[in-house]
């Protein structure tokens, strides 16, 4: 190799370096979970901690843009957002297994460990709230929590909504015409299909006996024209300490407004 060549090798190695390192470290910071998954995550603020957990075929950006993040970082609270498994800049695992077994409510429980973060509270929306009510029977270090946008169809592990959207993320997206706009929203902004049907077949339920049991106060809040998952009212009545609230709303907006985000920080600062 002449001396031209290895100047010229040189001076592409250092400007391709650069852009190596920065593909490198775009999803950062990391943390490997109990399963080896690398989860995604921010954190923002100090205070009490407060984790946010976002809905399907959403990542932990999805709050970004929602009144309820400022209103917490305003009030004194450190924020935590995660990208789920299978999610934003979090891995995609492409086997079924790697979603079992509450594996998305144990990747909050070892973030939030791996933080140093005790006596926290969480917020979860739409499928978010599913997996926070894992963490109602799981965790606890949970201080108190809110379930956005959910009824009680989720506690049967046979909801037909879910076994639909399934299906529908599974290559059976024919059985299910009504939902294939969801489909078709998946596939444009380039989400990974599979992932996301693997989290639909693995979704947990929580039973009522289960919530029954739930000792630490629940906030349940929905939007107004907000029935997609169940009436709200319904899962009030399965937790013993839990508040009722409605704001206006649907369920692609209720999470990003200002009544959301007034509740649930007068929720957070009565939860002690």
């Known amino acids: 190799m002449n001396t031209l060549t290895v100047k010229k090798l040189l001076a592409f190695l250092l ?18 979970s109990f399963d080896g998954t690398n989860i995604h995550y921010e954190v923002a603020g100090e205070g009490k901690p407060v984790v946010l957990v976002h ?48 594996a998305e409510a144990k990747d909050i429980m070892g973030l939030m460990k791996h933080l140093k973060l ?59 015409p009504e939902f294939q706009g969801a489909l078709n929203s998946a596939k444009t902004r380039g989400l990974d299909t599979l992932a996301l049907g693997f989290q639909q077949q693995t979704q947990p339920s929580t039973s009522p006996a289960e919530l029954s049991k739930v000792k630490i106060p629940v906030l ?16 009030a009545k399965l937790l013993p300490n839990s508040t009722l609230k409605t704001v206006p709303g649907n369920h692609g907006n209720t999470s990003g407004s200002e009544g959301f985000a007034r509740e649930v920080l007068a929720f957070l600062k009565s939860a002690k």
């Not at 391709?16 to 390192?21: E, R």
């Not at 932990?60 to 800049?89: E, I, P």
């Not at 108190?144 to 529908?168: I, K, Q």
Request: proline residues 3%; without cysteine; charged residues 20%.
């Open 220 to 235: 349940i809040i929905s939007g107004d024209q907000d029935e997609d998952n169940g009436r709200a009212g319904d899962l």
């Open 118 to 176: 005790k006596n926290y509270d969480a917020v979860g929306y739409s499928r978010g709230s599913i997996i926070t009510a894992r963490l109602l029977v799981l965790d606890k270090n949970l201080r108190s929590a809110v379930l956005g946008g959910m009824g009680a169809d989720f506690t049967n592990p046979n909801w037909s909504r879910r076994m639909a959207f399934a299906e529908l993320f599974s290559g059976k997206a024919h059985l299910h």
């Open 15 to 32: 400007l391709a370096l650069p852009g190596i390192a920065s593909a490198q470290t775009a999803r950062e910071p990391l943390f490997t």
């Open 55 to 102: 809905g399907f075929m959403g990542n932990g950006t999805s709050w970004q843009k929602s009144v309820l993040r400022q209103t917490l970082l305003d009030a004194g609270y450190k924020v935590v957002q995660l990208d789920l498994r299978g999610n934003g800049l979090s891995d995609k695992p492409h086997t079924v297994e790697a979603y079992r077994n509450d």
